[in-house]
């Protein structure tokens, strides 16, 4: 006998559970798959491994080095920075001194060129060595002093460097202070540390101009001049033909 109409199930109630089982089905197993590959529940994320620090196998071969740094005196060292320098300036002076007697007060009213007067206390060897450094394009640098020089514990020991303008702008300079020291009976140097400064080239608007004209005289004798002379020239050979008519 046939199931009464109202007791059947539409076909279209099963064929969505269908689909629901399957994707919940899916969505589960794939979830267990994932668990697989990566070994780690998801709920508990992986936890990374601290990092060791190893301690050195022969330390003791860094403590003659530590050493002979601590017992490096400190002294004051004063720099300057010159003023603003025109690009027809001749030259400039950067002048650097270590005076292990003196207060860094007296040391920086020793400074006998012009500007900005920097004062540091570094740490001292009996040799030390000095450079200046800077933007090749815009300044000139040249030491007047040696570099190594002796480090006196009486009078100051003095570094001095010509600087000359060559190009317009603002340039970082950079003063490099170095000690030499005495490492498994080898004098071996030792960066004492690094000193920032800037020096600005100015021009006045005449120089501008001029200088434009003497980095372009090729372009400008091409350019205005040879038109200029031939147009004049022309106009004087017509006026010598009309005056011989």
Do not use: C
């Not at 798959?33 to 709920?43: A, K, M």
């Not at 071969?61 to 920075?81: C, R, S, Y």
Request: aromatic fraction near 8%; charge should be neutral; hydrophobic fraction near 40%.
């Amino acid at each position: 006998m046939n199931e009464p109409v109202a007791h059947r199930k539409p076909k279209w109630a099963v064929f969505v559970a269908l689909i629901v089982l399957g994707v919940v089905s899916v969505w589960f197993l794939g979830r267990l798959y994932t668990r697989g590959l990566s070994g780690v529940p998801e709920e508990f994320p992986e936890r990374t491994t601290p990092q060791i620090v190893r301690p050195l196998p022969n330390p003791a071969i860094l403590d003659a080095v530590d050493d002979v740094l601590a017992a490096l005196p400190k002294a004051p060292m004063a720099f300057n920075t010159p003023p603003p320098m025109n690009i027809d300036d001749t030259a400039s002076k950067v002048e650097l001194r270590v005076g292990p007697r003196q207060s860094p007060a007296e040391l920086a009213k020793s400074i006998t060129a012009p500007g900005t007067v920097q004062v540091h206390e570094v740490q001292i060897s009996n040799r030390m060595k000095s450079s200046l450094s800077g933007d090749a394009d815009g300044l000139t640098i040249t030491p007047l002093t040696p570099a190594l020089q002796a480090v006196s514990g009486q009078t100051p020991t003095v570094w001095v460097w010509s600087v000359k303008p060559r190009k317009v702008g603002r340039y970082p300079i950079h003063v490099e202070l170095e000690a030499e020291v005495k490492i498994d009976g080898e004098v071996t140097p030792r960066l004492i540390d690094v000193f920032d400064g800037a020096i600005t080239v100015t021009i006045t608007p005449r120089q501008r101009v001029e200088h434009f004209a003497k980095d372009n005289w090729q372009w400008l004798w091409t350019a205005l001049l040879v038109p200029v002379g031939g147009w004049w020239w022309k106009r004087k050979s017509k006026k010598d033909e009309i005056d011989v008519s």
